[in-house]
T-cell receptor, first 107, second 114 residues
Framework: KNEVEQSPQNLTAQEGEFITINCSYS?????LHWLQQHPGGGIVSLFM???GKKKHGRLIATINIQEKHSSLHITASHPRDSAVYIC?????????FGTGTRLQVFP | GAGVSQSPRYKVAKRGQDVALRCDPI?????LFWYQQALGQGPEFLTY????????KSGLPSDRFFAERPEGSVSTLKIQRTQQEDSAVYLC????????????FGAGTRLSVL
């Protein structure tokens, strides 16, 4: 079993829909990260969380430490949100990644 | 520089050839990480430097993989006698003291071993 599990693996949506991507982890962590990766491109950090909730524009990330679960929400999705979204946890200085969720938003 | 720079962006190697991948971290960043990302998978940790010290190399898949950061800035990941299973994107990330848990990633080097 992977230490970081994401669901769903693939997600398609119509423009304007509310998107939720889930992440569960099984190890002790110092922080949880949500990252975005465009095809052929590098990885960009969206959020780093150790508790509660963070919001940036149309993106919202929440974490429940007791349940070892985090969610990334995208409100009013847009085709430019199409990318792979990766959950990762910080553990002993390094990041342990989930396999990512491929999101496609159609106009 | 403004961001993490990796070179080359693409490398094609014949099986058995040695390759060297370079990473220029953000200026002043103390920590530098190498990750390997196979097609369709999330990145996996290879090794980690703090300044010139290699603090963790537990993710290096074999003794054919070697990383160095001799002056605490630029790092090189070397793969000797490449095999087909080494084909992947190799990502470098750096982080600074003031935001030490946020890692800034380069665009990666895509290695194809034929």
């Amino acid at each position: 079993k992977n230490e970081v599990e994401q669901s769903p693996q693939n997600l398609t949506a119509q423009e304007g829909e509310f998107i939720t991507i889930n992440c569960s982890y099984s190890v002790g962590i110092s922080a949880l990260h949500w990252l975005q990766q465009h095809p052929g491109g590098g990885i960009v950090s969206l959020f780093m969380l150790s508790s509660g909730k963070k919001k940036h524009g149309r993106l919202i990330a929440t974490i429940n430490i007791q349940e070892k679960h985090s969610s990334l929400h995208i409100t009013a999705s847009h085709p430019r949100d199409s990318a792979v979204y990766i959950c990762a946890v910080s553990r002993v200085g390094k990041l342990i990644f989930g396999t990512g969720t491929r999101l496609q938003v159609f106009p | 520089g403004a961001g993490v720079s990796q070179s080359p962006r693409y490398k094609v190697a014949k099986r058995g050839q040695d390759v060297a991948l370079r990473c220029d971290p953000i200026s002043g960043h103390v920590s530098l990480f190498w990750y390997q990302q196979a097609l369709g998978q999330g990145p996996e940790f290879l090794t980690y430097f703090q300044n010139e010290a290699q603090l963790d190399k537990s993710g290096l898949p074999s003794d054919r993989f070697f990383a160095e950061r001799p002056e605490g800035s630029v790092s090189t990941l070397k793969i000797q006698r490449t095999q087909q299973e080494d084909s992947a994107v190799y990502l470098c990330a750096s982080s600074g003291r003031e935001t030490k848990n946020i890692q800034y990633f380069g665009a990666g080097t895509r290695l194809s071993v034929l």
